[in-house]
C-alpha cells in the first residue's frame, strides 16, 4: 500500500514538474533595432499578413522584394567595410529603408 502511494506521489511530482511552462524569452533594446531582426520581422509579419487576407498576393510579393533589395544592401556595405559591422550611417539608411517598407504593412 505504501509503495502505491509513494509511486502515486511521485508520479504527481514529475507530471508537475514537466507541465511547468517555460518563459519567453525576452528582446534586448539592441536587437530589436538590429537590422537583421527587422527584416525577419517584416518578411514574417508579411507572410502573416498576405496569409491572413490584408495584403494581395502581388503585393506581398513587392514587398518581399523591396526586403531582400535591402537585405543585399547590407550585405554590400559589410562587404565594402571589411568587417561583419555596419557603420553609424549605414545603419540609418537600412532602417529608413525598412520603416519605408514597414508603414505599407
Known sequence: MKRIVLSLAFAGVATLASAQVKPTP???PNLAHNVDF??????IQIV?????GK??????SSLKAKVQAIRKEELADLKVNGTKKLTDAQKTQL???LDAVQSSL
Request: charged content about 30%.
Open 26 to 28: 525576452t528582446l534586448s
Open 38 to 43: 527587422r527584416m525577419r520581422q517584416d518578411m
Open 48 to 52: 502573416q499578413d498576405q496569409k491572413s
Open 55 to 60: 495584403l494581395s498576393k502581388m503585393s506581398a
Open 95 to 97: 532602417n529608413s529603408e
